[in-house]
């Protein structure tokens, strides 16, 4: 026991608890405070290492309690890595962390080099299961899990069927890999050169004629970032990364990123730092310990913005990152163009070009994988009076509509303006108003050929039947879309009885 009284020490290491004296002075609010002293019981995890978050640099002290007492003065620190080796001062390491064993199970590895300690928790039997996370209320002797995706109940083991972004549905890829993220939706503070663009920044691209295999930046600081504009509120679940794939001579010259943190933001100027659940200061996740390894980090709580930033604040020899982010979108539901719930005979048009660049190929994300099987629906003329026609199979609530062009041809084809009209019996139709216009809403449609444009619908369109009615275009009308709805409404089938 270790009580620290203002004139002397008294050490009694059977048990780890150390007592401070603190006068009302230091908040500690993972510790117990009685009567004007605060006081933690640590336990020690002997020959274990935590990569944990950091608080601060290491310090260097004479003892082990004079590590507790800097972490128990600072509320922040739940746990501190405790060195068995002098430093070449004849010290001792001492690095205190933000987190604990309970909250990152997977960052603890043997080492001959350090004791672990946490502050003994209500969490140590580890009660949270399925990569649940276990936060403790040391007050009260209790604690509470805050459940990976896709589980509920107060231990994290029932499947939640029915979660408000189907969950299970809510882990899928977002695009970084499978390119359906674009360049034009990447951007980063700077790029060592055109070969180590952030297109690079995909996760297992290997190194080719076209670029290397990671992004890489201009230079090294805690000042540089990645960042994907999602084009729609989306909910972020977790992030992989990886170093630079093997196109480096040198192994010294190895590159990845091994601690980063996240920001997030819905304007593309203003951004919030991410904190997981339960902390005041802003996550720092632990990245890559070599160049091809997927390290994957769960979100909790998970993010929902539209824009994403990844920062590096440690890496080996130079910033270089591959990544991935997995979630789905946020309060809308896809109604079923890209998915084939709606059947060929529920998407017509006014013409088609050719039996190859029909109205099968309107799905968002058709590739263009044959002379036979093109990559967008295109119209036989280019004129205002073409249209594209879903019918929904009955009346429901269209939220919103994103629209992509022509994939893969040259020279681009797009449609860039276009209007929308809607119907209950696919006879008598209206053009979308905004509320309190009496004009027509011409939409603001595609720049490019892949990237996926939202458009939000307020009000609603409450109808069966929608058209699209490009009104400008890039050298041909050439056309793939998909319709939304609230989550949670859509039925088993969508096709009309």
């Known amino acids: 026991m270790v009580y620290f009284r203002p004139y002397f020490l008294y050490f009694l290491f059977r048990s780890p608890l150390v007592t401070y004296q603190s006068e009302g002075l230091i908040p500690v609010n993972r510790g117990i405070r009685r009567q004007g002293v605060s006081y933690a019981h640590f336990a020690v995890h002997k020959f274990q290492y935590l990569q944990g978050s950091p608080l601060g640099s290491s310090r260097e002290v004479d003892k082990f309690s004079d590590c507790a007492l800097v972490c128990l003065n600072n509320p922040p620190c739940f746990s501190f890595n405790f060195g068995l080796l002098l430093t070449a001062k004849g010290k001792l390491a001492c690095e205190l962390l933000t987190d604990d064993k309970y909250r990152n199970a997977s960052r603890i590895s043997p080492s001959q080099q350090f004791h672990h300690y946490s502050i003994k928790t209500p969490c140590s039997s580890n009660p949270c299961k399925n990569s649940g996370i276990c936060f403790p209320n040391y007050e009260e002797h209790n604690y509470r899990c805050i459940c990976a995706p896709g589980y509920r109940d107060p231990y994290c083991t029932t499947v939640f069927e029915t979660c408000f972004c189907s969950c299970l549905a809510c882990l899928a890829p977002l695009g970084m890999e499978n390119g359906t993220i674009t360049s034009a939706q990447l951007n980063a503070s700077s790029q060592f050169s055109w070969y180590n663009s952030i297109d690079r920044a995909r996760l297992n691209i290997q190194a080719n ?289």
């Open 209 to 497: 004629v076209n670029g290397s295999g990671a992004w890489s930046v201009g230079q090294n600081n805690q000042n540089q970032w990645i960042q994907v504009d999602l084009r729609i509120k989306t909910r972020i679940t977790y992030v992989a990364t990886q170093g630079r794939a093997d196109d480096i001579q040198d192994p010294h010259d190895v590159q990845w990123v091994k601690k980063y943190r996240l920001q997030f933001g819905d304007d593309g100027s203003s951004f919030e730092g991410f904190k997981q659940e339960g902390e005041s200061v802003d996550k720092v996740f632990l990245g890559n310990t070599d160049q091809e390894t997927v390290v994957k980090n769960v979100l909790i709580p998970p993010i929902k913005a539209r824009y994403f930033r990844l920062i590096p604040t440690e890496w080996q020899h130079t910033i270089s990152l591959r990544m991935e982010l997995y979630g789905c979108l946020e309060e809308i539901q896809a109604l079923g163009m890209e998915s084939g719930a709606f059947a060929d005979s529920q998407v017509t048009a006014s013409s088609e070009y050719d039996a190859y660049h029909s109205t099968k190929r309107s799905r968002l994300h058709t590739k263009e994988i044959s002379p036979l099987e093109r990559g967008a629906w295109l119209s036989s003329t280019n004129d205002a009076d073409q249209w594209l026609q879903i019918d929904v199979g009955k009346v429901i609530n269209v939220t919103h509509i994103a629209t992509q062009g022509r994939n893969t041809y040259s020279p681009f084809q797009y449609v860039t303006k276009y209007k929308l009209q809607y119907s209950n019996d696919g006879q008598t139709f209206q053009f979308y108003k905004r509320e309190g216009q009496s004009s027509d809403e011409v939409f603001i449609g595609n720049f490019d050929r892949d990237t996926i444009v939202y458009q939000h619908l307020s009000p609603v369109i409450t109808a069966r039947y929608l058209r699209i009615r490009p009104t400008e275009w890039v050298n041909h009308i050439a056309m793939r879309i998909e319709l939304y709805t609230y989550q949670g409404i859509i039925s088993t089938s969508n096709n009309p009885r």
